[in-house]
């Protein structure tokens, strides 16, 4: 796998990790009432979304072993040049039932790689 390929899929998962450590024991109220945390959040999905955007180029064969990762790219998309019609429910619902699935398939593909750290 090419040296830019892991940097792209470790850019990916930190950035999922820190979506995940910013909503751990928060609720959906809390989201959408913290104009902090739903920045911090959106920052990261932004940087995660570019990585993927930036791999799909590169290594179009390991991005697409990312479920949903074309969604993932229109989703940055959306919150760079759409922000002013971001539903902050959906963004709430996708950390919750999305993210997850993200992770480990970050995780597995790094390990496979021999690059998990």
Same mark, same amino acid.
């Given at each position: ?38 920045? /911090?959040?959106?920052?990261?999905? @932004?940087? #995660?979304?570019?990585?993927? %955007?930036? *791999?799909?180029? $590169? ?31 959906? /963004?709430?619902?996708?950390?919750? @039932?999305? #993210?997850?699935?993200?992770? %480990?398939? *970050?995780?597995? $593909? ?8």
């Amino acid at each position: 796998m090419p040296l830019e390929t892991n940097k792209l899929l470790w850019d990916t998962q930190v950035a999922a990790r820190h979506v995940a450590d910013f909503a751990r024991g928060r609720t959906e109220e809390n989201y959408l009432t913290d104009v902090m945390l739903r920045s /911090a959040v959106e920052r990261q999905f @932004e940087i #995660l979304g570019e990585a993927l %955007s930036q *791999l799909r180029k $590169l290594d179009p064969a390991t991005a697409s072993r990312i479920t949903d990762h074309m969604r993932i790219i229109g989703f940055r998309n959306q919150l760079i040049h759409g922000y002013a019609v971001i539903d902050h429910s959906i /963004a709430w619902r996708i950390v919750q @039932e999305h #993210l997850p699935t993200l992770a %480990s398939e *970050l995780d597995a $593909l790094l390990a496979e790689f021999g690059s998990a750290d």
